[in-house]
């Protein structure tokens, strides 16, 4: 019984994927330093959000919702609060969940070990599962602070006030020419 009961879990074990990188999951948003959570990024810290809509879209709102004519839409992006400037870029990140399959490996080999040809069979190579996972950061910054994310910035709670209230409407707009009405 023992016998049977090893074999079940081994080849239960091979049906199952192995995981070799799991995107983090992120509920609401997340401030942390760009190179922590993407060594592409700046180290600045950085307002990071999942983006649940198609690649380009927040391109597609900001060049909308500020007005930018598809110029320096990811760079540079000038907003106002309490009367002063500042300014945001956007990065879209992608980060993939990648897992091996193995069960096409062990039933090629117990396959060919049945019929006894196992020295001249070719033996299929393990299979990756992979699921694209994409996230917005932003990152602020003005002619004052270097990075107004920063935890001892002196307009960090405004500017991640102003963040979330961006994000919010971009999340509940579909059609992006209503934001141009809303301001």
Known sequence: MKKYLSLFFVVLFLNSCIPLRIAP???DYNVTKGKKFK???SRRQMF??????????????VNTKYHLEHENVYDDIPFE???E???FSFYEVEIPDKAINLFP????I???????????????????ARSDNWY??????????????????LSREAVLKYLRALKKEYLSTHNYNEVVFKN
Do not use: H, W
């Open 25 to 27: 999951s992120i509920s």
């Open 39 to 41: 060594r592409s990024l």
């Open 48 to 61: 990071i959000f999942e983006d649940p809509k198609q690649a380009n879209q927040f391109y597609d709102y």
């Open 81 to 83: 609060m309490n009367g």
């Open 85 to 87: 400037q500042y300014f």
């Open 105 to 108: 490996v062990v039933t090629s």
């Open 110 to 128: 117990l396959f060919n070990a049945a019929i006894g040809t196992l020295e001249d069979a070719e033996i299929a190579e393990p299979t990756m």
């Open 136 to 153: 917005l950061a932003i990152e602020v910054y003005s002619d004052l602070e270097k990075d107004c994310l920063e935890i001892n910035s």
